[in-house]
């Protein structure tokens, strides 16, 4: 393995880890009640933020490549992506300030405080940033610099929330402020390399430059991001004022019964390029076979979380998160089955893209997050109504895009044409 690769990899390692000593010191921290407001936020930043953003790291990567290829330079193109991407958040921001003047939305997302606000509203500012960055260092080849970008991150929100923990802090605000700040630090850190990674201007950038399958990636990942992230919000909104803690509690459960999708990043990460590169091969045997063999370990990583949970699950949540947290075994189950199957969707995303066929890719996805708000209607109790509707709706993805990919395997074969948009990297 390059270092290039090592640093990549230990990168998005020390960003997920990141995640879980955020979201285990903060619950801590803060206690159930009042980590309902943090869960919210968090869920909000990471479904806008990159349901919004990842697609402009994806079209940038690919369109600064084929300038590169031509000798071109690409900073001309950086530029008119961040004038996209600012225009992106400012009606975010207009959304947002809309939202805050509805008293029943600023109570249910923002804990009646304009903190929350501000918070999304920076924070995600903060991944706009980083993913303008990381399609400039992806389509350079730059990977010490994608990596450490991630990695700099999940650092500093490490450090911080420890710092916060050990003075004794148990205002969620503060845990807000890490939240928001940490990836504008990032994206500050590696100022200096994204300068030369963009190079020369180059020749002046046209909107079509990026239009690409934009629109698709957009549904797709927005409607990803959604089904994984909506659960905790869901919960908060349809419980009882007395059940206030319920947000808090099934966050926590979530981030046990989640562990093994911090794996499959990885994965994902290698996957796409393989089977992009066996389509432009017109290599249908070899696309099978890596398909099959991701598909595989994904059924074997996510019936472990499964079986692990099962076992395990209850007590490893009060170890980490404390006595005030917990959740009945039947429900972690449930979690970490959704967790595989949203596993399984997004291999199959992968191989849906590689194909070129966009479009399904972000209908697949659309379907899911239907099915996941329609069934929130279903008469059970609250949790095992959110679960049953994460559950299915994962399934409704699999299915889907299974379907998408079969046609494709079973049907003609041929290379993508990159004149259209080609294939992306996810």
Do not use: K
């Not at 801590?28 to 968090?42: I, K, N, S, Y």
């Not at 600023?106 to 606000?117: G, K």
């Not at 450490?148 to 490490?158: D, I």
């Amino acid at each position: 393995m390059s270092r290039s690769s090592l640093v990549a990899g230990s990168g998005l390692l020390v960003l997920g880890i990141s995640a879980s000593v955020f979201l285990v010191v903060a619950a801590r921290m803060v206690g159930p009640a009042a980590f309902t407001g943090v869960v919210v936020l968090w869920t909000l930043v990471y479904t806008v933020g990159i349901g919004v953003f990842l697609p402009f790291e994806q079209e940038l990567g690919r369109a600064a490549s084929v300038r590169l290829a031509r000798g071109e330079g690409a900073g001309a193109l950086l530029r008119r992506s961040a004038e996209l991407a600012l225009g992106g958040f400012v009606l975010l921001v207009l959304l947002v300030v809309a939202a805050m003047a509805v008293p029943a939305v600023r109570e249910q997302l923002f804990d009646d405080s304009w903190a929350y606000a501000a918070g999304l509203l920076v924070a995600v500012a903060g991944l706009a940033l980083q993913y303008l960055q990381r399609g400039s260092f992806s389509a350079t080849g730059d990977f010490v610099g994608y990596g450490a970008q991630q990695g700099v991150e999940g650092v500093v929100r490490t450090v911080a929330c420890l710092v916060l923990a050990a003075a004794g802090v148990g205002d969620p605000r503060a845990y807000v402020a890490v939240l928001a700040l940490s990836p504008h630090v990032s994206v500050l850190v590696l100022a200096g390399r994204l300068r030369r990674a963009a190079g020369d201007a180059g020749p002046p950038a046209h909107l079509r430059e990026l239009r690409g399958r934009f629109g698709w990636l957009l549904v797709a990942t927005l409607g990803s991001q959604a089904l994984a992230n909506l659960a905790a919000p869901a919960v908060r909104v349809l419980s009882s004022p007395r059940e206030v803690e319920a947000a808090g509690n099934f966050l926590s459960a979530l981030t046990i019964a989640r562990i093994p999708l911090l794996l499959f990043a990885a994965v994902q990460a290698v996957l796409l390029p393989r089977l992009t590169r066996a389509r432009e091969a017109g290599d249908r045997a070899e696309f099978g076979r890596q398909l099959r063999v991701v598909l595989l370990a994904t059924a074997v990583v996510g019936l472990a979380g499964v079986l692990g949970v099962a076992l395990l699950g209850p007590g490893v949540l009060r170890l980490l998160f404390g006595p005030a947290f917990g959740l009945p075994r039947g429900d972690l189950v449930l979690l970490a089955l959704s967790a595989g199957v949203l596993m399984l969707g997004l291999a199959l995303q992968s191989a849906v893209v590689a194909l070129d066929d966009h479009r399904w890719s972000g209908l697949g996805w659309l379907a899911g997050v239907l099915v996941f708000l329609a069934l929130l209607a279903v008469p059970l109790p609250v949790l095992l109504r959110v679960e049953v509707a994460l559950v299915v709706g994962a399934l409704a993805v699999v299915g889907l895009l299974g379907v998408v990919v079969v046609r494709h395997l079973s049907g003609s074969w041929g290379s993508s044409d990159p004149g259209t948009g080609g294939v992306v990297r996810d």
